[in-house]
C-alpha cells in the first residue's frame, strides 16, 4: 500500500498511475474501518505520512481528495493519526481543491507538525522535483522554500547537498528540478519564501469565483498558525550559518 500510494510512471511526456493511487486511498480506508485500532497500530505512521503527501501533493484533484478523505477516516476509526483533528480542519475537499493552494498554504500548516515534516520534504525534494511536468516542479520548489523555515538543519545536511549534485544529472528534467529546488530552498533559507508564494498564490485565486475563495477560507486553527509562521518565516536561516561558521 506504502508504494501504491505514490505509484507514478513517467510515459515522456504524461505518466501512469492515478487510478492506482486513487485505489489505493480507498483500500486504506476499508482498512480503517474493517480492523481495530490495535492491529492498525504498527503501520500508524507509513499510513499517515503517505495519505498526507498524497493529500497534499498529488498531482490529481480526485486523488487529493481521496487521500483527504482517507486520512479523515482513520482519524474517525483510528483515533492515533497525529494532529488528526488539526489537519482535517485545513486540509479539506475544498482546500485541496486548488493545487496551488494545497502546495503553498495548506502544506505550511501541516509541515509545523515534526512527524509528517520529513516525509513531505523527501518527497518533494527526490519525487515532485523529478515529476515530468515542468509546473509541478516548479511547485514543489516553492513548497520547499516555503515550510523549509520549520527544520532548517534537516534542509541544509539532507535536502540540499542531495539537490546540488543532481544539478549534474544527466537527464533534463532531474537537472532542471534540482536546480529550481536549490535556488527556491536558498530563498526560503534567506527569509523571502512569502514574496514568490504570494505572487503565485495572486495569479492562481484570481480564477477562482468568490465562492471558492471562501471555501479554501482560513480555518480557526490556520488563523492561530499565521503569527507562528510569519516569525519562523521571515528569519534569514543563511546569515546565521555565515555567522556561525
Known amino acids: 500500500m506504502e508504494k501504491a500510494l505514490i505509484y507514478d510512471i513517467n510515459k ?80 479539506d475537499y475544498f482546500t485541496l481543491s486548488n493545487r496551488v493552494n494545497a502546495y503553498l498554504n495548506v502544506s505550511c500548516f501541516v509541515a509545523q507538525f515534526k512527524e509528517y515534516f520529513p516525509s513531505m520534504v523527501d518527497h518533494l525534494a527526490f519525487v515532485k522535483l523529478r515529476h515530468w511536468e515542468p509546473a509541478i516542479r516548479e511547485l514543489a520548489a516553492q513548497s520547499l522554500a516555503a515550510i523549509s523555515p520549520f527544520n532548517p538543519d ?16 544527466k537527464t533534463l528534467h532531474v537537472r532542471h528540478g ?22 503565485t498564490l495572486e495569479k492562481a485565486f484570481k480564477s477562482l469565483s468568490l465562492k471558492e475563495i471562501q471555501l479554501i477560507a482560513d480555518s480557526d ?16 536561516y543563511l546569515a546565521q550559518q555565515m555567522t556561525e561558521a
Not at 29 to 43: G, Q
Not at 62 to 88: H, K
Not at 223 to 235: A, C, D, G, H, R
Open 12 to 91: 515522456g511526456t504524461h505518466s501512469v498511475g492515478a487510478h492506482v493511487r486513487d485505489a489505493a486511498c480507498y483500500v486504506v480506508w476499508s482498512f480503517a474501518r474493517a480492523y481495530p485500532p490495535h492491529i492498525m497500530k504498527p503501520y500508524v505512521h507509513t499510513l499517515s505520512t503517505q495519505l498526507i503527501v498524497e493529500s497534499l501533493f498529488d498531482r490529481e484533484v480526485n486523488c487529493r481528495r481521496a487521500a483527504s478523505a482517507t486520512f479523515q477516516e482513520c482519524v474517525g476509526r483510528q483515533g492515533n493519526f497525529p494532529y488528526g483533528i488539526e489537519i482535517l480542519t485545513e486540509a
Open 178 to 199: 534540482a536546480i529550481l529546488g536549490v535556488g527556491e530552498i536558498l530563498v526560503g533559507l534567506s527569509g523571502n519564501s512569502h514574496l514568490n508564494k504570494r505572487e
Open 154 to 169: 534537516y534542509i541544509l545536511n539532507k535536502i540540499l547537498p542531495a539537490l546540488i549534485e543532481s544539478c549534474l544529472d
Open 221 to 236: 486553527y490556520r488563523s492561530k498558525f499565521v503569527e507562528l509562521y510569519n516569525k519562523i518565516s521571515t528569519q534569514d
